[in-house]
Structure formats: C-alpha cells, structure tokens
C-alpha cells in the first residue's frame, strides 16, 4: 500500500470510509436483529456484505495507520498518537465481531433455530453498538493527538 495519496498520507484519506462506515454498517446490523424479516434473503445477505465493507476498510485503516506511525518518527514519542493507534488496533476485532455475530444471526434464521435467533439478535445488536463505541474511542484519540498542540 502506498503511503501517500495526491500528496496525503493515505491514512488520513481512508479514515473517513471508517468513521462513516462503521455506524452505518452497525445501524444496518441493529435493524437486521430488531427486524426478523430483514435476516433472510437478499437483505440479510446485503447486511453482511456492507459489514464486510467495514472490515476491510478498517483493515486498511489499520495498515496505513501503522504506515504512518512508522514514517514518522517523531510521532512514537508523543503519548496521544500513541494512545490513538494502541486503540485503533483493537478496532478490527470489534468490527470482525460484528460481522461475525450478523453471520452467526443470518444462519439462525435460515435454519429456523427460535432460541439460538433471539440470542444472537441481542448479541449482535451489542456488538454493534460495541463497534460504534470503540470507533468513536479511536477516533477521539486521534483528535486528540491531531490537535492537542492547538488550544
């Protein structure tokens, strides 16, 4: 991956899939779980898809994170970057969970599993959640280390 794009470090560029991404991704996942009629078929499977957008984003997210991190060595002294990217390391789990956890969801319906749909409908809205949260905990950091010279 290349470390810069039109002159900007691709991190900064790939963030905004992120941030707009992953709510979305998770709204869509916490209406499959609320919604039975949306788990099976074609909705259901464009769900996953879309959650499966957020993992890859954030994977790339992630990379160029790290590229970034390495390029610039002045940057591992300072403790709000570090902050930020011990963070956004943790985020590919939460996203992975949720696309995960909307599988495990899509199965039950499928297989017509009662018990097994309700625990996952409310694990996966959780999870979900979970997501949106841990993105805005990574991207907080990163504002913060963005701006935290400018008061």
Same mark, same amino acid.
């Given at each position: 991956?290349?470390?810069?794009?039109?002159?900007?470090?691709?991190?900064?560029?790939?963030?905004?899939?992120?941030?707009?991404?992953?709510?979305?991704?998770?709204?869509?996942?916490?209406?499959?779980?609320?919604?039975?009629?949306?788990?099976? !078929?074609?909705?259901?499977? /464009? @769900?996953? $898809? *879309?959650?499966?957008?957020?993992?890859?984003?954030?994977?790339?997210?992630? #990379?160029?994170?790290?590229?970034?991190?390495?390029?610039?060595?002045?940057?591992?002294?300072?403790?709000?970057?570090?902050?930020?990217?011990?963070?956004?390391?943790?985020?590919?789990?939460?996203?992975? !969970?949720?696309?995960?956890? /909307? @599988?495990? $969801? *899509?199965?039950?319906?499928?297989?017509?599993?009662?018990?097994?749909?309700? #625990?996952?409908?409310?694990?996966t809205a959780a999870?979900?959640?979970?997501?949106?949260?841990?993105?805005?905990?990574?991207?907080?950091?990163?504002?913060?280390?963005?701006?935290?010279?400018?008061?």
């Open positions: 991956m290349t470390y810069k794009i039109f002159g900007l470090p691709t991190h900064i560029l790939v963030i905004h899939l992120i941030v707009v991404g992953i709510p979305v991704a998770a709204l869509l996942t916490v209406a499959m779980a609320a919604r039975p009629r949306w788990r099976g !078929g074609r909705i259901g499977l /464009a @769900i996953v $898809l *879309v959650d499966v957008v957020a993992v890859v984003g954030t994977w790339i997210a992630r #990379i160029s994170g790290l590229q970034f991190f390495n390029h610039q060595s002045g940057l591992r002294s300072l403790k709000q970057v570090t902050d930020h990217k011990n963070l956004g390391l943790t985020l590919i789990w939460y996203v992975l !969970g949720m696309l995960l956890a /909307a @599988i495990l $969801l *899509v199965l039950a319906e499928k297989y017509e599993r009662p018990p097994l749909t309700t #625990i996952f409908a409310i694990a999870v979900a959640i979970a997501a949106v949260v841990q993105t805005i905990r990574v991207g907080d950091a990163g504002a913060r280390a963005v701006w935290s010279g400018y008061k």
